[in-house]
């Protein structure tokens, strides 16, 4: 197959529509590694909690990945699934593209303080990616670069921390990592999911200063594993220490 991928409903295509043609909309970013989805289980499980989708679409959806991905098994990929309604009926399309890691990355990222905030919501929140993401895409605006070394820090109406535009943030504070409490906004990322099963990671309420007097910070997402936070607005700064350094070797011993 060649790339970039275009499918719809398990079909190819020369094209997709766009984010706004889709309603009722959940956006998945995933990793093609070694001819396979290593987080597959993790993303499924994610959009089942939306209750948007049925077994049969993601079951689907699976077997295409599986069918799909073993012919491209000697690239690494940046798969972008979208799950939702279009022109009222159940649909699914994929764009399946190389993974380009960028020079600079694995040394550590600089984040922005965004003044676009996140709403609480009063339920609870299932964690989902939202394909609707204007909220996000102002906040986009805020950054200097739009490269992938630079990254919005997201607080929540409350001014806690809750996340960056792209992943969930991990702190290392007095021996042990936490990360922000998401149960009334935010993506619970499946990298965050995947981790919490093998790592310690406390969730719990966290706002600026905690974040200024970690020893060590990281963000980690399901494309890019984890990442090393290296400065906050260019000023308060951190070194990528072994903490971090654990978790990246962790995932690349074990994912890809």
């Known amino acids: 197959m ?21 309603t009722h909309g959940l956006l998945e970013t995933m990793r093609g590694a070694r001819g396979s989805v290593p987080l597959w289980p993790y993303h499924r499980a994610r959009l089942m909690r939306s209750n948007r989708v049925s077994v049969s679409v993601l079951d689907r959806i699976g077997r ?27 649909y699914w399309d994929l764009r399946a593209e190389p993974l380009v890691a960028p020079a600079g990355l694995g040394k550590g990222v600089t984040l922005y303080l965004c003044e676009t905030r996140l709403p609480c919501g009063e339920s609870a929140n299932a964690g989902c990616k939202e394909l609707a993401r204007s909220r996000y895409n102002r906040a986009m605006e805020e950054l200097p670069f739009n490269d992938l070394l630079h990254d919005g820090l997201l607080l929540d109406d409350r001014g806690l ?9 991990l702190l290392w504070q007095d021996g042990r990592w936490v990360t922000p409490d998401l149960a009334h906004c935010g993506v619970r990322g499946v990298m965050r999911d995947w981790l919490r099963e093998r790592v310690a990671i406390v969730e719990t309420s966290l706002d600026l200063e905690s974040l200024e007097a970690a020893q060590e910070v990281a963000i980690c997402n399901s494309v890019r594993g ?14 990528v220490g072994q903490q971090t350094s654990r978790l990246q070797n962790l995932v690349v011993e074990e994912l890809w």
Do not use: M, Y
């Not at 921390?161 to 943030?169: F, G, I, K, P």
């Not at 984890?226 to 070194?239: C, D, E, F, M, T």
């Open 226 to 239: 984890v990442i090393p936070v290296r400065a906050l607005n260019g000023s308060h700064k951190w070194a």
């Open 2 to 22: 060649d790339l970039p991928l275009l499918v719809i409903n398990g079909q190819a295509s020369g094209s997709l529509p766009d984010d706004a043609q889709i």
């Open 161 to 169: 921390l809750v996340e960056t535009l792209r992943c969930n943030l």
């Open 64 to 90: 295409f990945l599986g069918k799909a991905l073993g012919s491209l098994s000697h690239h690494e990929l940046r798969l972008r699934l979208r799950v939702g309604l279009f022109d009222g009926c159940p």
